[in-house]
């Protein structure tokens, strides 16, 4: 199971810090994936940590702002979101695939998620 959680309400230019914690599974073994969605949009991949290691990958939208890592200890991963804007706003989600399979950092399958957590950026 997957908690995603620290969204929250910030000005633009603010930052947040969401973190996806695993319960019944060593998150270190999977790539994990965070998503988002907003109205009326499809889900976006924002950004994606290889398993057992360090290398990742970001989509153009949040590359330069958003930083993914792994902690190990607490059997999680964070995304550290930074300058944020308007156009953030969203429920985000954390993903992984069960079966372990990866592609380019990411999980090739996503079909465990956490229950998504909302970001609102406004002034």
């Known amino acids: 199971q997957l908690q995603a959680s620290g969204g929250g ?3 633009p230019g603010g930052s947040l810090r969401l973190s996806c914690v695993a319960s ?5 073994d999977y790539a994990v994936g965070w998503f988002r969605q907003a109205p009326g949009k499809e889900r976006e991949r924002l950004s994606c940590i290889e398993s057992g290691g360090g290398r990742t990958r970001y989509s153009n939208s949040v590359k330069g ?3 993914i890592s792994r902690d190990k200890d607490n059997n999680a991963v964070y995304l550290q979101m930074s300058n944020l804007n308007p156009e953030d706003t969203a429920v985000y989600y954390c993903a992984v695939d069960s079966h372990r399979n990866e592609v380019d950092f990411c999980p090739y399958k996503p079909d465990r998620w956490g229950q ?3 970001v609102t950026v406004s002034s």
Do not use: D, P
């Open 65 to 67: 702002r958003f930083t």
């Open 9 to 11: 309400w910030v000005q």
């Open 24 to 28: 019944g599974r060593t998150l270190q």
């Open 116 to 118: 998504g957590t909302q």
